[in-house]
């Protein structure tokens, strides 16, 4: 027992050790950084059209204002919040995202510790539930919303489309798409032609709206535009490319999310059946795993096993993630 300390203390550093390690071997490659140099030199001194335009496409990808990582990240712990509130669509304000937060992690210390008359646990137990429950919706909020827009984006296009070929400029266009398409779309369309209204120019009001969003979709759409308004060319054939390339882009990823159902589903039970066993002897007998809350031991070993459990969680998850 009272080596219990040291043995916390060379873990952790073990851990740290480990870390670091990964981090001093995990960098840059050498290969891929000379191939990007050749491949800048190509597209520099080429005289071939289509490395022209890949050369103007990455000019005006650098040129764009990187805006939304310099509010999520450079800014404060509070305003990255508020941009993930405002991006779920419901309305929600600070002060009521962090009264629940507050109220549900009191509620479960309170709970816990009458339970088990584990103040450490019980404290673990309200940050881990009042921090996380929330979290959780809020992304769970904001990955619907980002569906529904990315579902209906291509619409959005098809729409622009017809409105340029008929003879609209692009600023109306932009409104027609506001008023008639419902839901995310039309929502953050009327966003853009509001701020367009009050004397923003429209690269500047898109990327207001990109920047919040931090869709690839809509960052396509925006750098679609960027290049037209520099290098000229029929707009409307390129918004009409680019709906049919998001809507393969959409059916890949439907693809790729039936085929993983399989892999997800299984990690899912894997993953709940510990909590889930643990949870069903606990009822039955609690007398069981009450010194689980008291001994040392049996904590440092829960916390282990819990280390790895997540370790495992994090392994699969990057195992059945794609990037389209």
């Not at 030199?41 to 005289?47: E, N």
């Not at 009264?99 to 881990?128: C, E, F, N, R």
């Not at 920047?211 to 396509?220: I, Y």
């Amino acid at each position: 027992m009272n080596n219990l300390p040291q043995l916390l203390i060379m873990a952790v550093g073990l851990m740290l050790a480990m870390v670091l390690g990964y981090a001093a071997l995990s960098g840059p490659s050498a290969s891929k950084e000379s191939g990007r140099r050749l491949q800048s030199v190509r597209f520099r001194h080429s005289d071939n059209a289509t490395d022209k335009v890949e050369a103007q496409y990455r000019k005006t990808v650098a040129s764009r204002k990187p805006l939304g990582h310099k509010i999520a990240g450079s800014g404060s712990r509070l305003e990255a919040l508020e941009l993930r509130l405002h991006r779920t669509g419901k309305g929600w304000t600070l002060s009521q995202y962090l009264y629940v937060s507050g109220g549900l992690g009191l509620a479960i210390v309170m709970l816990v510790y009458l339970k088990t008359g584990a103040p450490m646990l019980a404290l673990g137990a309200g940050v881990l539930i009042g921090g996380g429950l929330p979290h959780m919706l809020v992304g769970r909020a904001i990955n619907k919303r980002t569906e529904g827009f990315v579902s209906r984006l291509p619409d959005a296009l098809d729409l622009l489309v017809r409105g340029l070929r008929s003879g609209l400029p692009v600023t109306e266009t932009l409104s027609v798409v506001a008023g008639e398409l419902p839901g995310p779309v039309g929502e953050e369309f009327k966003l853009v032609t509001d701020r367009i209204k009050v004397g923003r120019s429209m690269e500047e009001a898109l990327q207001d709206t990109a920047d919040r969003l931090n869709l690839p979709e809509f960052n396509f759409f925006c750098i679609t535009l960027a290049i037209q308004r520099e290098t000229g060319g029929n707009l409307a054939e390129t918004l009409s490319n680019l709906s049919d390339v998001l809507r393969k882009r959409a059916q890949m990823k439907l693809k790729i999310a039936a085929m993983s159902s399989e892999s997800k589903a299984s990690a899912y039970i894997v993953g709940a059946l510990p909590f889930l066993v643990f949870a069903v002897i606990y009822w039955m007998n609690p007398a069981y795993l009450s010194q689980f809350f008291v001994d040392d031991r049996l904590i440092i070993a829960g916390l282990g096993g819990l280390t790895w459990l997540g370790i495992g969680a994090f392994i699969m998850a990057q195992m059945i993630s794609f990037e389209i």
